[in-house]
């Protein structure tokens, strides 16, 4: 056999050796099993690799998050993970609402010193709750094993999610720890797996409460209403198993050890009501978790202009202000 064939038998056998759930794996810009694309760069350095394999599990497509990296100077990067919203049913780490250009956004905040994460996760067609929440736990978690690897601070997470992204980034920053929603460990986990907590959280127009009313979800037949509800947790959400609906909903767990919030929603949304928000914020400033709610008057989901549903260029900025004020406020970098 020659030098070539031997490498390529070497290969395939290590290749079928490999674990088929696991969140520990070294998937860099370097290369990997299921290589990331070639690194994109944007404007203060940022190199942007897309499709890095955080986890395989055994059955499904391999899961990916698309990083984006500041220049690796100064103290170690807090962490944004982004959570992309379509109704748990579609979209991509790429998507975010009405925003012409969203990777570049992402590479914005980037820009001031942050790693950012927009993460894939599986939708309501290949799994129901818990599986697209412990997917992004999953994510947090292989990124606190690649602490190093990327110039990552650990103890400074922040969970960014908008309308279905926001339902789990709310869900993750209120149910820290709780069985219901906390990741599986690898199959190839040395010791106890690492945190999937945050220490921050940014809702964007998410359904905080899956327990509510249709008329507090929105209309009957777009996303937010029973119909997604129902595809996400498998059941029809008045006939679920008890207390399944509240167990997927971040209204259930909050408490005083909470982490900060900025909550965020444009009045005129009819998918997912205005309440919601505001129901968020009551029960976390009642127990005495600073937040922070900003209403955008006259758009709706997405930040989505009325009636057309167009780009609203103003108010995707305002809302991107808010968060670089948020991070800068409890996360600034070069702590």
Known sequence: MTRSGMFAMLLLSMLAAAPLTSY????????????????????????????????????????????????????PKPV???????????????????????????????????????VNYRFSG???FPGPVQDVGMAIRWLRVHAADY???????????????????????TGCGAPAVEPP?????????????????IDWYGLIDL???????????????????????????????????RS???LAYIDAKDPPFLIQHGTADDTVSPKQAQRLYDALRGAGVPAELVF???????FAKVPSGGPDDAVNQKALDKVFEFLERYFPPGR
């Open 151 to 173: 110039d990552i601070d650990p103890t400074r997470f922040v969970a960014w999610g908008s309308s279905a992204g926001g339902q789990i980034a709310a869900l993750i920053g």
């Open 211 to 245: 327990e509510s009313s249709a008329a507090d979800l929105g209309k009957a037949d777009v996303p937010g209403s029973h119909k997604q509800v129902d595809a996400y947790l498998g059941c029809d959400v008045t006939k679920c198993p008890p207390g399944l609906a």
């Open 296 to 302: 955008y008057p006259g758009v709706s989901h997405g």
């Open 24 to 75: 520990g794996q070294d998937k860099d810009d370097a290369g990997s099993r299921y290589a990331p694309t070639p690194p994109v760069l944007y404007p203060g350095g940022v190199r942007n690799l897309r499709d890095v394999t955080f986890a395989e599990l055994s059955g499904f497509r391999p899961l990916t998050l698309d990083l984006y990296l500041p220049p690796r100077v100064g103290a």
């Open 185 to 201: 460990a690898s199959s190839d986990a040395h010791g106890p797996p690492p945190s999937a907590c945050v220490q921050g959280v």
């Open 126 to 128: 290949e799994v129901h």
């Open 80 to 118: 944004v993970v982004f959570v992309h919203g379509g109704a748990w049913l579609h979209r991509s780490a790429r998507d975010g609402g009405t925003f012409r250009d969203f990777p570049s956004a992402l590479a914005s905040v980037a820009a001031r010193g942050y790693v950012v994460a927009s």
């Open 248 to 250: 997927a909903s971040a």
